[in-house]
C-alpha cells in the first residue's frame, strides 16, 4: 500500500463537499482509502488514528487542506491525487469561469451590499466560527439561522440576547431545520403553506409534524427552529418564547404546534404563561413528558384537527383504529415467515427525535429497552457501537459524528451496523428511519436497497420513510424500493416504531 | 426588523457556509446570496473586538483618509538633482525599494543595485571595491518611502540620480522618483558594469536637462488627468504604461523641440521616451505617492497608504499607525514567465511599484488592460474578476480613474486592513518578476497575492493604538 498526501495551503472548502470528494475518491480505481479535510486538530487526530497522518501534515493549521490517499500503488495513488485536485478545482470554478460573473461576496456586509431585501442569514460554517458570522448578520439587521454546532452556550446566550433587542431572532445554534415563508432551510420538507405555524426545539421533530401536516392534507405558515439548547433555563427560551409570540401576531397562522424535548423549569413556565395569553389553539408536544399528545404523529394529526375544526377526539381515535391494524400486520407477518430468530428490536436512528419517538411508542410493547438517548424508563447503553436486548441507538450522536457528516446524509456507518445487526442471532427486528426532503441523501435507496436486501432474509426490516410528496427525492419511488427490497415501510416514524415493536413482540411470544 | 415583518417579506436568504443550502433557498426564493467564506486570519485574539468596538471612529478616520486620497491632484512640476531636493538624501544615503533593510539581507538585485549605484557615484572603480564599501556600514541605506520617495524594483537612489519632482497641488506635499532606465541591462534589476553606468550617466548629462527645460517650458503636467485618460486606453500604469508614456510624449514633445537647442539631444530624448513603454510607471508611481502620503498621520485610520517590497520583506504601512512598518517575508510570484525562465529563476517580490495598488491602480485596475490579460489568466473576464474581488477590501471607489469595461465604476480605492484581514482577501499587485541574480532582468510578470503577514500585524498594531 501506499500512503500520499498533499497539504494545500489557504484553501477552504465545507464539510459536505469535502465528503463528496472524499466518497469520490474512495471509489477510484486502486484507492484503499482517501480522505479530504481541512486541516484542524480534530480532523488531524481523526486522520491519526487511521494512520493517515502523513508527517508533512503535522505543521498544517486551520486554514490548510489536507489530501491523503491510501492506495495499492503509487500509481494509482498519484492518480487519485490528481483526481482530487480537478475534483476541488472544478469546485472553485463555476460555470462563469472566462465569463464576466462578479466574484461571490466574501462576508455578510458585502453580500447584504449586493442583496437588496436581505432578511436572513443560514450559517452553517464550523462551529468555532460561527458565532462571529452571526454576530455580524445581526448588526446588518439580518435574522440568522444557525445550523451550526459547537457553539457555546455563553456565545448562545450573548447572540440570542442582542438579537431580542433588535426585534431579530437567531434560530439554533444546531438548528437543523426551519421553513420560512415556505422556504424550506436546511434540513427541511416541501410542504404546502397553511394554517398552522410551528416553534420546534428539535430538527428531526419538526420536519416530522411539517411532514405529517402536509401529508393530512394541512399547511405550514412557518417553521421555527430554536435550537435544542434554547429551552434550557441557561438559555431562557428567548428564541422559543420569541417566535411562539410571532406566530401568535401572525395573521396566517391559525394554529400553533410546539415541538421540543421538555423544557427545563424555569422555561416551561414562562411557555405555559405565553400560552395563556395566545387567543389561539396552541398544540405542545414535549416528548418524553407524558399525557397528550404523546408523539410527534400525535401531536401533528390534533394540530390539523384544530387547524380543520375537525373535533381533536376523532382524530386520535383514528390513530388507535390504525394501530389495531398494525398489530394485525404484525400478527400475520410473523406467522407468514417460515423461520424466525431471536426476539429483539434494533432501532439504527439518523434523527435524534426519531430515536426519542421510538422509546415513547416503544414503552409497553417491548420490554428492556436500551439507548445511548434514553428518555423516560428506556436504559442507558453501555456502549452504543454495541446495542443489547431491545435497543435504539440515535446516529446522530457525538460519538458517532466527530470526523464524519450526518447519518442523514452519509449512510456508511448505519449501513454497517445494519448488516451486523441483522446477523445478531437474538435480533428479530431491524427499524429504520429514511429522512427526505432538503439537506438529506438525495438518493436513499440506491445506498440501503442493497443492504435492506441482505438484512431482510435474516430478520424484520422496518422503515418509517419521512417525508412529503414534494420532496425532491421522490417518495413513492423510495418507498417502492425499499419495500421491493424487503422492507415494510411506514409514512410515520410512529407507525413504524409501533410496526417493529409489535413484529418484535410477536416474534418473542412465538420463540418463547 | 421584527419577526413579523420576516413573515410578510420574500425571504432572501445570505447563505454562509454548506452550499447546498443556498441552491435550495435560490430555488424556492431568489434570489439568495452564497458567501465566499474563509476562515479568519489569525490574529491577536481581543484584535477584533476592539476594532469593531471602534469602528464609528475608525470610519470617521478612514473617511477623511479617503478625501484626502480622492482629491489629491499630483502634477510633474519639475526635474532636480536628488542632493538637492530628496529629504534627508546625504553623499552616504542610498535609497531603495521596500521596508527598511540591511546589507547583510538583501537580495541579489538589490545588492547589484547598490553596486551599481556607487560604481555610478564614483565611489567605486570595480564592483569588488562597491561590494567592500556597501558591506563596510558607511553607506547609510534607507527606504525611499521614508523620504518621500519611490522606485520601481531595486529603487536605488543615490545623490546624483536626477528626479522628478510630483507635487500634490491640493495638499502642497511632494514625492520624488527616479527616471525609467528602459529594458536591458539596467540598474533596477540590479545589473552593473560599463553599460549600466554609461546610461545612468546620459540620463544625468542629456536626458535630465532637456526634460528640465521642457517641463519649465510646459508647466506642470497634470498627471491624475493623464492616468485616468491612459485607464481608458488600456493601461492599469503599473504593467502596462504605453498609453500613459505615449500621452505624457505628446504633451511634452512640442517643449523638448521647443526648449533643446541640440536637435540630436532632442532627438536622443525623444526617442528614448518613445522606446520605453514603462518610462509613464516612473510617473504613475510617485502621483500614487504624492497622493497618498498626504493621506499619513490620521489617527484611528485603517487604510494602508504604502505597501511596498525589497525583495527580502513585503513592508505594509497605515494612515493611522505613523512610520511604523508592518512586514513578512515577500514571497516568489506564482507569475507568467518569459520563455526560458521559471519561477527557479525569480527573486521573490520586489519594488515600490505596489504603491500603484495602494492607490487604486495596477492590480486594483486590471480589468481597464485586457491586453495584458494573460498575465491573469487569459480572458478579460479574470481581470474583471480581479478588480471586482477589490472592491471587497477597499473603502472607497475613485472619482477619476474609471474601469470602462465596469461602466466607467470607479477603481477600488483604500485598502482597508480591517477589511483583509476580517474577509481574509489580500490585494492583488500587478507586477513584474525580477530575475533572483543580479542583472538578469525581469523574467516575468503577472498577479501576486500579497502576503497577509503584514496586514494581521498592522491589523494587531491599530488595535492595540485603539484599545
Known amino acids: ?103 461571490a461576496p466574501r462576508d455578510v456586509a458585502s453580500a447584504v451590499a449586493g442583496l437588496p431585501g436581505a432578511n436572513l442569514a443560514l450559517i452553517s460554517v464550523a462551529g468555532r466560527y460561527a458565532a462571529r458570522e452571526a454576530r455580524k448578520a445581526l448588526d446588518l439587521g439580518l435574522h440568522v439561522m444557525l445550523f451550526s454546532d459547537n457553539v457555546s452556550i455563553e456565545e448562545e446566550v450573548a447572540l440570542k440576547k442582542f ?149 381533536p377526539v376523532q382524530a386520535l381515535a383514528h390513530l388507535t383504529r390504525r394501530d389495531e391494524v398494525l398489530a394485525a400486520e404484525a400478527r400475520a407477518l410473523v406467522a407468514k415467515r417460515k423461520k424466525t430468530k431471536g426476539r429483539y428490536l434494533r432501532g439504527l436512528f439518523s434523527g435524534g427525535t426519531f430515536c426519542a419517538e421510538a422509546q415513547v411508542v416503544l414503552d409497553g410493547i417491548v420490554r428492556h429497552l436500551y439507548s445511548n438517548a434514553p428518555l423516560g424508563d428506556s436504559l442507558k447503553l453501555k456502549n452504543a457501537w454495541k446495542p443489547e436486548k431491545n435497543s435504539v441507538v440515535d446516529l446522530g450522536e457525538d460519538e458517532f459524528t466527530v470526523g464524519r457528516a450526518h447519518p ?105 | 426588523m421584527s419577526i413579523q415583518k420576516l413573515f410578510s417579506a420574500p425571504l432572501h436568504v445570505v447563505n454562509v457556509g454548506i452550499e447546498a443550502f443556498k441552491d435550495t433557498c435560490e430555488k424556492y426564493s431568489p434570489p439568495a446570496v452564497q458567501v465566499d467564506w474563509r476562515p479568519p486570519v489569525d490574529v491577536a485574539p481581543d484584535s477584533e473586538a476592539i476594532l469593531a468596538k471602534r469602528a464609528a471612529k475608525i470610519d470617521k478616520a478612514n473617511q477623511k483618509v479617503m ?110 522618483c527616479t527616471l525609467n532606465e528602459g529594458l536591458g541591462k539596467v540598474l533596477r534589476y540590479g545589473a552593473f558594469g560599463e553599460e549600466v553606468t ?58 523638448i523641440v521647443a526648449t533643446c537647442a541640440n536637435k540630436d539631444d532632442a532627438v536622443a530624448v525623444l526617442n528614448f521616451i518613445n522606446g520605453n513603454d514603462h518610462f509613464f510607471l516612473n510617473l504613475s508611481m510617485p502621483a500614487c505617492k504624492a497622493t497618498l502620503d498626504a493621506a499619513r498621520n490620521v489617527k484611528g485610520s485603517s487604510i494602508a497608504v504604502v505597501m511596498a517590497r525589497n525583495g527580502t520583506d513585503f513592508g505594509v504601512q497605515l494612515a493611522g499607525t505613523g512610520d511604523l512598518w508592518f512586514t513578512a517575508p515577500a514571497e516568489v510570484p506564482d507569475a507568467l514567465y518569459f ?44 481581470a474583471l474578476r480581479y478588480t471586482l474581488s477589490m472592491y471587497e477590501i477597499t473603502a472607497g471607489e475613485s472619482r477619476m480613474y474609471q474601469i470602462p469595461a465596469l461602466d466607467f465604476r470607479g477603481t477600488p480605492t483604500g485598502i482597508d486592513v480591517r477589511k483583509v484581514v476580517e474577509k481574509n482577501l489580500v490585494p492583488v499587485i500587478d507586477t513584474g518578476v525580477a530575475h533572483k541574480k543580479a542583472g538578469v532582468g525581469q523574467v516575468g510578470a503577472g498577479i501576486v497575492a500579497a502576503p497577509m503577514g503584514p496586514f494581521a500585524k498592522a491589523y494587531d498594531a491599530l488595535a492595540k493604538l485603539l484599545k
Open chain 1, 1 to 103: 500500500m501506499n500512503t500520499v498526501g498533499r497539504v494545500k495551503q489557504g484553501f477552504y472548502f465545507d464539510s459536505v463537499t469535502l465528503m463528496r470528494v472524499g466518497r469520490e475518491l474512495s471509489g477510484f480505481p486502486g484507492v484503499a482509502e482517501a480522505s479530504v479535510v481541512m486541516a484542524t486538530e480534530a480532523n488531524k487526530s481523526i486522520l491519526a488514528m487511521s494512520d493517515l497522518l502523513l508527517s508533512e501534515f503535522k505543521k498544517s493549521g486551520d486554514q490548510d487542506l489536507l489530501i491523503v490517499v491510501k492506495a495499492k500503488d503509487a500509481k494509482a495513488a498519484d492518480a487519485a491525487l490528481a483526481k482530487a485536485e480537478e475534483l476541488l478545482s472544478r469546485k472553485k470554478k463555476p460555470a462563469a469561469a472566462g465569463g464576466t460573473a462578479a466574484p
Open chain 1, 163 to 311: 438579537a431580542h433587542k433588535k426585534g431579530l431572532i437567531v434560530m439554533g445554534p444546531d438548528c437543523g431545520t426551519s421553513i420560512v415563508n415556505g422556504v424550506p432551510l436546511a434540513f427541511a420538507n416541501v410542504v404546502s403553506k397553511g394554517p398552522i405555524g410551528i416553534v420546534g426545539a428539535s430538527g428531526t421533530g419538526t420536519q416530522e409534524v411539517t411532514c405529517i401536516i402536509a401529508n393530512e392534507g394541512s399547511g405550514v405558515s412557518q417553521a421555527i427552529g430554536t435550537g435544542g439548547r434554547d429551552v434550557k433555563d441557561a438559555v431562557g427560551g428567548i428564541a422559543f418564547l420569541d417566535a411562539m409570540q410571532a406566530l401568535a401576531d401572525d395573521r396566517e397562522t391559525k394554529v400553533i404546534l410546539l415541538v421540543s424535548k421538555p423544557p427545563q423549569p424555569g422555561v416551561l413556565k414562562k411557555i405555559y404563561a405565553l400560552i395563556r395569553k395566545i387567543k389561539k389553539p396552541v398544540v405542545a408536544l414535549f416528548l418524553g413528558e407524558g399525557g397528550t399528545p404523546a408523539t410527534l404523529e400525535q401531536a401533528a394529526l390534533l394540530a390539523v384537527a384544530h387547524a380543520n375544526r375537525a373535533d
Open chain 1, 408 to 512: 442523514m446524509i452519509d449512510f456508511t456507518l448505519r449501513n454497517k451496523m445494519i448488516l451486523e445487526q441483522a446477523a445478531d442471532p437474538d435480533v428479530a427486528v431491524i427499524l429504520l428511519d429514511v429522512v427526505l426532503g432538503y439537506g438529506a441523501n438525495l438518493d436513499p435507496a440506491a445506498e440501503l436497497v442493497p443492504v435492506i436486501q441482505k438484512a431482510a432474509k435474516q430478520v424484520f426490516v422496518v422503515a418509517g420513510v419521512n417525508g412529503t410528496i414534494g420532496d425532491p427525492q421522490n417518495r413513492a419511488q423510495v418507498v417502492e424500493a425499499l419495500r421491493e427490497a424487503g422492507a415494510h415501510v411506514q409514512l410515520t416514524n410512529a407507525a413504524a416504531c409501533k410496526l417493529a415493536g409489535l413484529i418484535a413482540a410477536e416474534v418473542a411470544r412465538k420463540n418463547r
Open chain 2, 67 to 176: 478625501e484626502i486620497i480622492l482629491a489629491g491632484t499630483p502634477k510633474l512640476v519639475g526635474l532636480d538633482i536628488a542632493r538637492n531636493v530628496v529629504p534627508g538624501m546625504t553623499e552616504d544615503t542610498i535609497l531603495h525599494a521596500g521596508p527598511p533593510i540591511t546589507w547583510d539581507r538583501m537580495c541579489g538585485p538589490m545588492r547589484g543595485g547598490v553596486m551599481a549605484g556607487l560604481v555610478y557615484e564614483g565611489r567605486a572603480t570595480t564592483i569588488e571595491e562597491a561590494e567592500k564599501l556597501a558591506a563596510s556600514g558607511k553607506i547609510k541605506y534607507a527606504p525611499c518611502h521614508e523620504h518621500a520617495a519611490v522606485g520601481p524594483m531595486a529603487g536605488i537612489v543615490t545623490p546624483s540620480m536626477p528626479v522628478m519632482i510630483i507635487r500634490n497641488e491640493k495638499f502642497g506635499n511632494v514625492a520624488y
Open chain 2, 198 to 255: 554609461k546610461r545612468l550617466k546620459w540620463m544625468e548629462t542629456v536626458l535630465y536637462p532637456v526634460l528640465k527645460a521642457a517641463i519649465a517650458h510646459s508647466g506642470p503636467i497634470d498627471l491624475k488627468n493623464l492616468i485616468a485618460q491612459a485607464l481608458h486606453m488600456g493601461d492599469e500604469v503599473h504593467n502596462r504604461n504605453r498609453a500613459g508614456t505615449s500621452l505624457l510624449y505628446r504633451a511634452i514633445a512640442p517643449s
Open chain 2, 339 to 382: 520563455a526560458g525562465f521559471s519561477k527557479a529563476d525569480a527573486n521573490p517580490d520586489i519594488g515600490d511599484s505596489a504603491i500603484t495598488e495602494t492607490g487604486g491602480l495596477g492590480g486594483f485596475a486590471i480589468a481597464a488592460a485586457p491586453a495584458i490579460v494573460q498575465f491573469v489568466g487569459g480572458a478579460a473576464g479574470d
